[in-house]
């Protein structure tokens, strides 16, 4: 069973960055498939990046995000990075990193797949 813990939350103004970071527990990591999902007052949580162990480091992103977050990980760290550069007011949420320990090539999109999560950091970006 895996732990996760996220920081690197924050204000910051439109146009700004932030890098979130996600260390997890556990000794098969490198096997785990991890996300970013944030989450906006009253609305669903959404998948913002997604990255397989089973395909080569290969990301996934949100339409919304794609071109200005990255996710990456370091398996020897345990640490996943969500790097987010151009913020817009819109990016203003909760943001919660995930894992789940299965194999698969593409990262799932739905929350519901996901058995491990973090509390959640808050990132505001202000106009």
């Known amino acids: 069973q895996a732990q996760l813990v996220e920081s690197g939350g924050g204000l910051v103004q439109a146009g700004g960055s932030l890098r979130l970071s996600c260390v997890a527990s556990?000794?098969?990591?490198?096997?785990?498939?991890l996300a970013w999902f944030r989450q906006a007052p009253g609305k669903e949580r959404d998948f913002v990046a997604g990255?397989?162990?089973?395909?080569?480091?290969?990301?996934y992103y949100g339409d919304s995000v794609k071109g200005r977050f990255t996710i990456s990980r370091d398996n020897a760290k345990n640490t996943v990075y969500l790097q987010m550069n151009s913020l817009e007011p819109e990016d203003t949420a909760v943001y919660y990193c995930?894992?789940?320990?299965?194999?698969?090539?593409?990262?799932?999109?739905?929350?519901?797949?996901?058995?491990?999560w973090g509390q959640g950091t808050q990132v505001t970006v202000s106009s």
């Open positions: 995930a894992a789940y320990g299965r194999r698969s090539l593409q990262p799932s999109r739905s929350p519901g797949e996901y058995d491990y």
């Open positions: 556990g000794r098969t990591f490198s096997t785990y498939t």
């Open positions: 990255i397989s162990a089973w395909s080569g480091g290969r990301s």
